[in-house]
């Protein structure tokens, strides 16, 4: 069984900068596809990045694009999202998954198998 444990979330004014960190136990982390998906109060929750296990392709949401990076150190087990330019609108709890699907990138939530508890980033204006 696969434990997905997220930190780094916060609050931070518009424009600031975080960097999320997902570390993983208990499976072979360089073989998952892992993402970063985001839920806001009464929203459905979505993909913001992710990356794959296979040749380590990023993928991202448009609207995060050019702000967000996502990035992963197979040696520490570790998914890191570093967020720059925060916009109010990037408020939400965001949460680490993985895929078995290494050489795949779902947008979908189905497409993960494990799932992190989830990190609060407030973005205030």
């Known amino acids: 069984q696969v434990q997905l444990v997220e930190s780094g979330g916060g609050v931070v004014q518009a424009g600031g900068s975080l960097r999320l960190s997902c570390t993983a136990s208990?499976?072979?982390?360089?073989?998952?596809?892992m993402a970063w998906f985001r839920q806001a109060p009464g929203k459905e929750r979505e993909f913001a990045a992710g990356?794959?296990?296979?040749?380590?392709?990023?993928y991202y949401l448009d609207s995060v694009k050019g702000r967000f990076t996502i990035s992963r150190d197979n040696a520490k087990n570790t998914v890191y999202l570093q967020m720059n330019r925060l916009k109010p609108e990037d408020t939400a709890v965001y949460f680490c998954?993985?895929?078995?699907?290494?050489?795949?990138?779902?947008?979908?939530?189905?497409?993960?198998?494990?799932w992190g508890q989830g990190t609060q980033v407030t973005v205030s204006s």
């Open positions: 998954a993985a895929s078995k699907y290494s050489s795949a990138v779902f947008r979908g939530v189905t497409g993960y198998n494990y």
């Open positions: 990356i794959s296990g296979t040749l380590g392709t990023p």
């Open positions: 208990g499976g072979t982390f360089s073989s998952y596809t």
